[in-house]
């Protein structure tokens, strides 16, 4: 089975945290991520899509060193003529350290969600992801 590699940033504002960052489809939510190009690190693809897809650039955000999630799951792929294929998400965390101008270009529209835990937005990715932030700054 083919092995696609995904990463991006979850972007906060507040301390703690306020709200956070959904980039918005028609039907659904989405996370400012992309594929990892060959050669590039993780946190090189998750900053390169963030500033892709929103406008967001690396000295806009405070990156937690300390967080770093992971999941994996199966999709149709696009890239491989509709084949099931095994995707791995890993995303970053990254509080604005000033105030930015969202530019979505890959999305209709985006959100700032309010932080009121539990969330319950998408079970697949997002939802994992927000749990996991919670546990993350409970400790």
Do not use: N
Request: proline content about 8%.
């Amino acid at each position: 089975m083919e092995q696609l590699k995904s990463c991006g940033v979850l972007v906060f504002r507040g301390e703690p945290i306020e709200s956070f960052l959904l980039m918005k489809h028609t039907r659904r939510y989405d996370l400012p991520k992309g594929h990892v190009d060959p050669g590039e690190t993780e946190i090189e693809c998750a900053l390169r899509e963030l500033l892709e897809e929103t406008g967001i650039a690396e000295a806009d955000l405070a990156l937690d060193p300390r967080f770093r999630f992971t999941t994996s799951y199966l999709v149709r792929s696009k890239r491989h003529g509709g084949e099931w294929c095994e995707k791995t998400l890993v995303m970053f965390l990254g509080r604005l350290v000033r105030p930015v101008e969202i530019r979505p270009t890959e999305h209709p529209d985006f959100v700032w969600t309010p932080w009121s835990p539990p969330h319950q937005i998408q079970r697949e990715t997002i939802d994992p992801l927000l749990a996991a932030v919670e546990m993350f700054f409970e400790k």
